[in-house]
């Protein structure tokens, strides 16, 4: 899957900033790890629109990559609390592989690019100030709210800026992890699985 969303951004850095392909690909992922989305480096550096970038990075055949693990819905379903989708991939995308894996149903509320925005502008993933905001928008802001909302990720960056938000954090290991073995105190809980993060977190 996520090569997948790589190799149509690099389509698109390729085609609409007129560079070859191996200028496309460092430019991706030099913003990616500036910024901590493409995106924000397409807006910021080449006034990109971001609709078209964020349809044409995720305009491929979802459903036929989507994987997961056995089980995942009902096991999911047993952990306490509100289930809550917070993404930087646009919301068609997101419902696509939540229906794939089977978990639309638990999933009450998402909160995706599109609503990642602050005073008018993208703040996906790892944004601090986002990360705050969802907590608000989700009623559990605030001291005596710490540790309340927990932030399930791949990405360690993500889980860092969550953490200084007043997330709990759990780093899911895998295939796809985002620098697998960084972290530090921020982070609580390391899994590989569902079933793991329920024994963790049940």
């Not at 460092?26 to 989305?37: E, I």
């Not at 964020?54 to 305009?59: A, K, P, Q, V």
């Not at 979802?62 to 930087?88: D, F, I, Q, T, Y």
């Not at 800026?161 to 899911?172: E, H, I, P, Q």
Request: hydrophobic share 40%.
């Amino acid at each position: 899957m996520f090569r997948a969303i790589d190799v149509r951004m690099t389509d698109f850095v390729e085609c609409h900033l007129g560079v070859d392909r191996d200028e496309a690909n460092r430019l991706r992922v030099h913003y990616w790890r500036r910024y901590g989305a493409t995106l924000l480096g397409l807006i910021r550096h080449h006034r990109v629109d971001p609709h078209s970038f964020l349809h044409h990075s995720h305009d491929f055949d979802v459903a036929a990559l989507v994987r997961a693990e056995p089980g995942m819905g009902p096991v999911l379903g047993r952990l306490r609390g509100r289930k809550v989708l917070l993404s930087n991939a646009p919301d068609r995308y997101a419902d696509t592989v939540l229906r794939g894996v089977g978990l639309h149903r638990l999933i009450r509320k998402r909160h995706c690019i599109e609503t990642l925005r602050l005073h008018g502008r993208f703040r996906p993933k790892p944004s601090v100030a986002m990360f705050r905001a969802v907590l608000a928008r989700e009623g559990v802001a605030g001291r005596a709210n710490a540790g309340r909302a927990v932030l399930v990720d791949d990405s360690a960056p993500n889980l860092k800026a969550a953490r200084a938000a007043g997330f709990s954090t759990v780093l899911r290991l895998g295939p796809a992890t985002r620098r697998p073995h960084a972290g530090g105190a921020y982070i609580d809980v390391r899994v590989r699985s569902v079933r793991q993060l329920i024994r963790r977190l049940g």
